[in-house]
């Protein structure tokens, strides 16, 4: 459970980064920001830029007439006219390729190109292969072979993530996810073997209502929890249940621990983090104390729910919301009177932003990936998005590469009136 509200915690913060470190005048991007007419990248303000020619490249990136920077730092000598970016901290000129604001000395322009998805993790040029962290690896670039996001392959080994696995046999080798693979002799987790785990017998188990999960794992002898035997579990029965629970023919549990709950009588709701029986109901491994059973339920994706006198985050209650008059949209919204709020998950675990929002409660549409709209205005994040009019935003598919250009630092935030 700690594991999956620290991811949460570090996704809100990369949204809402700029606004918690005061840099919320006006804000650029989620990390390039105006404030007293000067540019800051995060916190740090960067005097000497042109501000009349200074354009957002990415999240990272930025140039000016003079310039290309990365974060606030220059990067000296790259030829503006010529610059690319290659990868998320990969880019080239005509005379030169970068990691952040380092050449990688050796590296071919030319011939430098990203190899993969998205997000690449895998550069070549046409000599070597590098990770992305722009270290060359020792792999025979010309038997060089994707097997899945993380792993490749040449005609002597398999990589996973850039470090080697250590006597795979390449010829039965298996991907199997983004974390776990297998050959004829062994599993692996990342780059290191389950000592313990059969190859022959061994699966992800999979969450009977979404797609597959890497939180739990099992053979024909063990059941393990993150690469970690889970001993008296029975494999056979084992099947996950929600995100982050799981039952055999005996118990249900959360990652490791026993859960007291009644298996004839339990329940949990679609985003599957909160679990209840006619009697208690738990957070994670985590009771919810003074809870009102019967009237509990779970509100959407944001580890929010309610009962007839409360709602909670977590385990915690959150005094000041009425639960009669909260109301989930989509995502991280929720309609509260005739209030928009954005409750990301770091609003509510400490950090310093306000919830309500500009958005209109009367006229709004969720449109998915954190995107609402009214009739005046887009939002990401709570945040409203000040190049894209509603119109623009009318499909799933608008949807999508309206996200991905936010990813990538296109397109900027406007500050909040409220």
């Known amino acids: 459970m700690r594991k999956f509200l620290v991811t949460l915690i570090l996704v809100s913060t990369v949204i809402s980064c700029s606004k918690d470190d005061g840099m919320d005048d006006n804000i650029l991007n989620g990390t390039y920001a105006k404030k007293f007419n000067i540019i800051h990248y995060k916190t740090n303000p960067m005097y000497d830029v042109d501000k009349k020619t200074f354009e957002i490249l990415s999240f990272d990136y930025a140039k000016d007439n003079e310039h290309i920077y990365f974060g606030n730092k220059i990067i000296a000598g790259a030829d503006i006219e010529s610059f690319v970016l290659v990868g998320d901290y990969m880019s080239?000129?005509?005379?030169?390729?970068?990691y952040r604001e380092m050449?990688?000395?050796?590296?071919?322009?030319?011939?430098f190109f990203a190899i993969g998805g998205e997000i690449p993790k895998y550069f070549s040029d046409r000599k070597k292969i590098y990770n992305r962290e722009g270290k060359p690896l020792n792999i025979n670039i010309s038997k060089f072979r994707i097997l899945l996001e993380n792993y490749v392959i040449d005609d002597k080994n398999v990589y996973y993530d850039g470090r080697k696995i250590s006597g795979a046999d390449i010829n039965t080798f298996e991907p199997l996810s983004d974390t776990y693979s297998k050959d004829s002799n062994r599993v692996y987790m990342e780059n290191r073997v389950l000592e313990d785990a059969n190859p022959a017998t061994f699966v992800i188990v999979a969450d009977q209502s979404r797609k597959k999960s890497e939180i739990y794992t099992k053979d024909n002898r063990y059941v393990y929890y993150y690469?970690?035997?889970?001993?008296?579990?029975?494999?056979?029965?084992f099947v996950q249940i929600g995100n982050i629970y799981a039952k055999d023919k005996n118990h249900i549990y959360e990652s490791k621990q026993i859960l007291d709950i009644d298996m004839k009588n339990?329940?949990?709701?679609?985003?599957?983090?909160?679990?209840?029986?006619?009697?208690?109901?738990?957070?994670g491994g985590t009771p919810v104390e003074g809870v009102d059973v019967e009237t509990f339920e779970e509100l959407g994706e944001e580890n929010l729910a309610k009962d007839k006198n409360h709602v909670y985050s977590g385990d915690s209650v959150l005094e000041k919301l009425d639960p009669a008059l909260l109301k989930y949209i989509g995502g991280p919204y929720y309609l509260y009177k005739n209030n928009i709020l954005y409750l990301g998950s770091a609003s509510l675990l400490g950090k310093k932003r306000k919830l309500e929002t500009d958005i209109d409660g009367k006229n709004y549409v969720y449109m998915g990936d954190e995107l609402i709209k009214d009739k005046k205005h887009v939002y990401y994040a709570g945040q409203r998005l000040k190049e894209v009019k509603p119109e623009e935003l009318n499909t799933a598919d608008d949807a999508r590469k309206l996200k991905k250009k936010i990813i990538d630092g296109l397109l900027g935030i406007q500050k909040q009136r409220k």
């Open 103 to 111: 050449i990688l000395e050796g590296a071919d322009p030319e011939t």
């Open 227 to 237: 690469g970690e035997i889970m001993e008296g579990a029975d494999p056979e029965t």
């Open 266 to 283: 339990y329940k949990i709701w679609e985003n599957g983090i909160y679990i209840k029986d006619k009697t208690k109901v738990y957070w």
């Open 92 to 98: 080239k000129d005509k005379n030169h390729v970068y």
